[in-house]
């Protein structure tokens, strides 16, 4: 997938009518690529392989609402991720745009002329059933047609996506299951496994010290499921491996005190393996277990598909409980995986 960065305002730099074939265009941030998201991308390619052309997504750098109300939603999956998703659903290219004061202030016309025609030209337009664009979102599809019939470029629409049950499937129902912890109800939404995504950054090393290192991910401001030990899966150079995965706060464990010479570390014990690190409260931190994986993740972007939870998170009086907890922690994942209530696959 070719991933193309340009603005909606102004000339629309980066953007160029040459850079495409045939495109057909849909528009969205498509925030976790959940089953409403990929009926439209269906019905894009639909449209695409009528006209001899490739799909397209408009999609932007931050969500909207961080420009428009200073308050957006904590994201399901951030734009690297996003875009990795979109390419594994056969994306052609993704047009990413700067969602700045200009973008806001730009009209539904002028984004069509500027973005749409000028910048792209699509020969087709394919829109959720809750797209819109433009200054006070005045576009949607209905607008799109007006506008766009007269030159003969076809407009298509999608209906809401429901589960069985009757939910509407939606970005904001996704987010409330997965912050509740509720992995189940977010993978029948999302329409595959929940999974986090990040690159790895140097720790402080102490997992490695009780024999279970752990990578810990930037998140590039992904929504996270509520604290807790969780089984998952990663894969890295093409080989999937089962992981561990702590989220939390990183309480340390209960030491005796010591006292503290000159150089001593006066912190309260080695914070150690998943889910235990010097006893500060920094926020809540992912820490990737990979069981059985040797190299170096350092600089990596890394998924993690994650299963459910194992267990909550649990404070303990030193090292050795803590090296025993991760242990059964470890043999309760693959335990599962030999029971094939989870897979590798």
């Keep these: 997938m070719r991933t193309i960065h340009g603005t909606a ?8 009518p040459a850079r495409f074939r045939n495109p057909v265009v849909t528009i969205g941030v498509f925030d976790g690529m959940h089953r409403g998201h990929r009926a439209v991308l269906a019905r894009t390619a639909e449209m695409a392989a009528r006209k001899n052309g490739e799909v397209v997504v408009i999609t932007f750098d931050v969500h909207p609402r961080a420009v428009t109300t200073g308050e957006p939603p904590p994201l399901i999956t951030g734009l690297a991720h996003r875009l990795l998703l979109l390419a594994r659903d056969g994306v052609d290219a993704a047009v990413v745009l700067r969602f700045d004061e200009a973008l806001r202030e730009t009209s539904a016309e002028d984004f069509v002329q500027r973005v749409l025609i000028d910048g792209i030209g699509a020969v087709g337009v394919v829109l959720g059933h809750d797209s ?24 298509e629409s999608t209906a809401p996506v429901t589960l069985d049950d009757g ?15 509720d992995l189940a109800a977010a993978g029948r939404l999302l329409g595959r496994p929940p999974a986090l995504f990040g690159t790895v950054i140097r720790g402080d090393g102490r997992g490695r010290e009780l024999g279970f290192p752990t990578a810990n991910l930037d998140m590039h ?9 969780y089984g998952g899966k990663t894969t890295i150079d093409d080989r999937t491996w089962p992981a561990v995965v702590n989220i939390g706060a990183r309480p340390t464990f209960t030491a005796a005190p010591t006292r503290a010479g000159p150089g001593d570390d006066p912190r309260a014990g080695p914070g150690v393996g998943p889910g235990v690190g010097d006893g500060t409260d920094d926020g809540d931190t992912v820490e990737v277990h990979v069981i059985g994986y040797e190299g170096d993740l350092y600089d990596r972007s890394v998924e993690v598909i994650l299963f459910e939870k194992l267990r909550d998170e649990t404070r303990f009086d030193g090292p050795e409980p803590l090296r025993d907890q991760i242990t059964r922690d470890c043999l309760d994942l693959l335990g599962r995986l030999r029971e094939r209530t989870w897979s590798l696959a």
């Design 9 to 16: 305002g102004g000339d629309g730099r980066g953007l160029d």
């Design 221 to 229: 401001h992904e929504l996270r499921p509520a604290r807790g030990v």
């Design 132 to 155: 819109h664009f433009g200054h006070d979102r005045r576009g949607n599809a209905q607008f799109l047609r007006r506008l766009l019939a007269p030159r003969g470029i076809p407009v």
């Design 167 to 181: 939910t509407v499937v939606s970005s904001s129902a996704i987010r409330r299951a997965v912050a509740s912890g």
